[in-house]
């Protein structure tokens, strides 16, 4: 027998049927204005989730008071409209979601997960750099201290979809790490994992310096028996090797005035070719040229790219 369709599915709408709908994400800390390397991550994730049909967020990572800058997330969210890079739904705010990070580490706390340490940063590097589990036994309280999640199997390789297989370094991966700092603010792998499992994130899209502690991540979103999503790992705008453009490092905002070249730069430098004649557009019609003809393969598969021209125009 063969089974006839009452009525013809298009094919868009059967590859929407079988495959799960794709959510990505941008999520800067508001330590700084966006600056041409954090607009490389905004752009390369916003067009990989548009290329797949699917929704893009932003997420504002505001845990770290002593590193933000007052306004900077208004004016990272200016920015982002200036260059039509449109969120889906509203913005979720880090410093909303502590109630929910709070919960989960009770939880983790509840099946002897987690244990607190007195440890300063000065111990450590006398010891070598990595945590060796010094606190894990010593049945502190948590009050003034640091609260470590107890690794028991790290995570030392996974897939990332354009820096291929990624290794850890198994000590690395098998330090028990912070999850909530001796100040009492959660530490950016708590919330961040949280946050991407909690909104459904298919795919991470971000900047090639957060390679190394996606493995912990993964870890933890294994431990709390959550999807893990895809990544794909940018490479990063660098001036020269190893001194990347950053909020740390002054990066200058990008541009409210050359939009268009900016935008055009951050596609040549994301790999995809964009037609000189293209960089005299509105803006929409450059957007709309770059979702239609992203591939991904075409950025580089490095975690570094050097800038050849200045990164303010
Ligand atoms: N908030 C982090 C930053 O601005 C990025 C976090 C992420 O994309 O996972 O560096």
């Not at 200016?78 to 109630?99: I, K, N």
């Not at 795919?203 to 028996?225: C, H, K, S, Y």
């Not at 940018?234 to 190893?242: D, E, F, I, S, Y």
Request: proline share 6%; aromatic share 8%.
């Amino acid at each position: 027998m063969t089974l006839v369709p009452a009525s013809p599915i298009a094919r868009s709408d059967t590859d929407a049927l079988l495959s799960k709908p794709y959510i990505g994400r941008f999520a800067p800390s508001p330590s700084g204005p966006l600056h041409f390397g954090s607009l490389i991550a905004a752009l390369g994730s916003y067009l990989q989730a548009k290329a797949n049909q699917g929704k893009w967020l932003v997420r504002i990572e505001d845990i770290d008071p002593p590193r933000e800058v007052a306004g900077a997330d208004k004016a990272i969210l200016a920015s982002l409209e200036q260059y039509g890079l449109t969120w889906d739904g509203p913005v979720r705010y880090q410093s909303q979601q502590t109630e929910h990070y709070e919960y989960v580490l009770t939880q983790l706390r509840q099946q002897a997960l987690t244990y607190a340490c007195q440890c300063t940063r000065a111990m450590i590097k006398q010891q070598g750099g990595l945590y060796l589990g010094t606190c894990r036994h010593l049945g502190l309280t948590d009050k003034n201290n640091a609260i470590r999640l107890h690794v028991k199997q790290g995570i030392t390789e996974f897939t990332d979809k354009l820096q291929g297989r990624v290794k850890i370094n198994p000590a690395m991966a098998n330090e028990d790490f912070i999850i909530k700092r001796k100040d009492g603010l959660y530490a950016y792998n708590l919330a961040v994992t949280l946050d991407d499992i909690d909104q459904g994130i298919t795919e991470v899209v971000r900047g090639a310096d957060l390679l190394e502690p996606t493995a912990r991540q993964i870890g933890l979103m294994q431990l709390l028996n959550a999807p893990v999503p895809d990544y794909v790992h940018l490479p990063l705008a660098v001036t020269k090797p190893g001194f990347k453009l950053s909020k740390q490092n002054h990066a200058p905002a990008i541009s409210d005035q050359d939009i268009r070249q900016t935008t055009w730069r951050a596609l040549a430098f994301l790999g995809q070719q964009p037609p000189k004649a293209l960089m005299e557009e509105p803006q929409e019609n450059i957007l709309n040229w770059a979702i239609s003809n992203w591939q991904l393969d075409k950025v580089a598969h490095q975690t570094e790219q050097l800038l050849t021209t200045e990164p303010t125009t």
